[in-house]
C-alpha cells in the first residue's frame, strides 16, 4: 500500500508556492512533500532534467504548461520555468489511522475522496471527518489537490488532528483494505437510500468530485451505494456537504448502535 507520513510545517498562505529551479530542488533534497510540479513546456536544461529526476523518484505529479500561465501563477516574478506546490502538512501513512482506531477502541471509520481538487472542499471534508470521529482521511495522488495552504485553512485546524493519507491508486487501496476487514459505501445519486443502509462497522465512505462523482473502476470496488434524499428543485449537492451528511448518517448509527443516541 503506497502512502506518504501529519505534523504542521507552516500554515502561511503563501508557503505551499516554491519558485525556481534551485529552490525546487533544495525543497525535494530535504524531503519536504511536493504535491505538483508545473514545468514550462519543452525545456530540457540540466537543472530542469535534475528537478524532473526527482520528481520521478518521488512520485511527483509534473504538468507541462505555457510560459503565460507561470507567469500567472507565480508570487515573486522570477520562477525561471519551474513552480512546486509543496504540502504544509506532511502525510501520514496507512497505519496511523488504524492505530488511532485502535486507541479509541473504535471500528476504523475512513474518508476517502476520488479527485477532490477545489481545495476549499478537500478542507472543509477534512474538518467534517474531524467532528464526525472519522479516524482519518485518503485522497489519491493525481487529479487531486494535496494539502496546500487553502486546504489547512479551510479545515478550520483540523488537520492538526486528523490524518490524511495520500496513496497511489485509489481501488488498490481499497481492496486491501477489504483485506483487513473494511467495508466500502459510495456517495451516488442513484444509490439505496443513506438510511436504509448499514453504516456502522469498519466501514470507509468514499465520496467523489463535484460533477463527475465516483469514478467507475473505484465505485466497482464499493460493497454498497448510498444516496441523499432530497426534496427540493436542486438534484445535487456540494461534495463538502454531501460528505458531511453522509458522514453525520455514519455517526447517527455508530451512536445508536453503541446506546448512545
Request: aromatic content about 4%; proline content about 3%; hydrophobic content about 40%.
Amino acid at each position: 500500500m503506497e502512502t506518504e507520513k501529519t505534523e504542521p510545517s507552516s500554515t502561511d498562505e503563501g508557503s505551499s508556492r516554491i519558485e525556481g529551479r534551485n529552490a525546487v530542488i533544495e525543497a525535494f533534497r530535504s524531503g519536504r512533500t511536493i504535491d505538483r510540479l508545473y514545468i514550462l513546456s519543452d525545456t530540457h536544461d540540466g537543472a530542469i532534467m535534475t528537478i524532473k529526476r526527482e520528481a520521478a523518484k518521488h512520485g511527483t505529479q509534473i504538468r507541462y504548461v505555457d510560459r503565460a500561465r507561470l507567469d500567472a501563477m507565480s508570487e515573486t516574478g522570477s520562477h525561471q520555468g519551474v513552480i512546486a506546490d509543496a504540502a504544509v502538512y506532511a502525510y501520514a501513512e496507512m497505519e496511523d489511522l488504524f492505530s488511532l482506531a485502535e486507541k479509541k477502541g473504535e471500528d476504523p471509520f475512513f474518508l476517502l475522496l476520488d479527485n477532490i481538487e477545489d481545495p476549499h472542499n478537500l478542507g472543509a471534508i477534512i474538518r467534517t471527518a474531524n467532528t464526525v470521529g472519522a479516524h482519518g482521511v485518503i485522497i489519491p495522488k493525481d487529479r487531486a489537490v494535496g494539502l496546500t495552504a487553502v486546504v489547512a485553512k479551510a479545515s478550520a485546524g483540523a488537520l492538526n488532528y486528523t490524518p490524511v493519507v495520500k496513496v497511489t491508486n485509489m481501488a488498490v487501496t481499497i481492496e486491501q483494505l477489504k483485506k483487513r476487514g473494511m467495508w466500502f459505501v459510495c456517495a451516488d445519486m442513484d444509490g439505496t437510500p443513506m438510511t436504509k443502509l448499514s453504516l456502522t462497522g469498519p466501514l470507509g465512505l468514499v465520496i467523489g468530485a463535484e460533477g463527475s462523482g465516483v469514478s467507475r473502476l473505484v465505485k466497482e470496488k464499493c460493497d454498497m451505494t448510498a444516496s441523499i434524499p432530497m426534496r427540493g428543485e436542486i438534484d445535487s449537492l456540494n461534495a463538502s456537504v454531501a460528505a458531511g451528511v453522509l458522514a453525520y448518517e455514519v455517526l447517527r448509527q455508530r451512536l445508536e448502535k453503541a446506546g448512545l443516541s
